[in-house]
């Protein structure tokens, strides 16, 4: 077996940190400001309730491909729902 550093993947994370501090900050502006008062609760709720569902999906895909020889899988599904998500 080839082994690996953790420490790349390690500063990728710690760098990717901010910019998803900046993306929820903008998405909290963006629901204050472009949503109206009666809606907010029902649009944060349904925002949370998304966010757990693809949480919850994550967490079911990284059991059903554990192992490293999931790990391709795993990758190739982030990136399309990256894409997706970009559309």
């Known amino acids: 077996l080839e082994s690996y550093s953790a420490a ?5 994370v710690t760098l990717s940190r901010p910019f998803l501090w900046t993306f929820d900050i903008a998405m909290v502006s963006v629901l204050q400001e472009g949503v109206p008062r009666r809606w ?3 649009a944060a709720s349904a ?3 998304a966010c757990q569902l693809f949480e919850s999906s994550i ?3 990284a059991v059903a ?4 020889g999931g790990f391709p899988a795993l990758a190739c599904i982030s990136l399309a729902a ?4 970009a559309l």
Do not use: E, Y
């Open 8 to 12: 790349p993947m390690l500063c990728f």
């Open 40 to 42: 907010r609760g029902k």
């Open 47 to 49: 925002q949370s309730v």
């Open 59 to 61: 967490s079911a895909l």
């Open 65 to 68: 491909l554990s192992g490293s």
């Open 82 to 85: 990256l894409v997706l998500a």
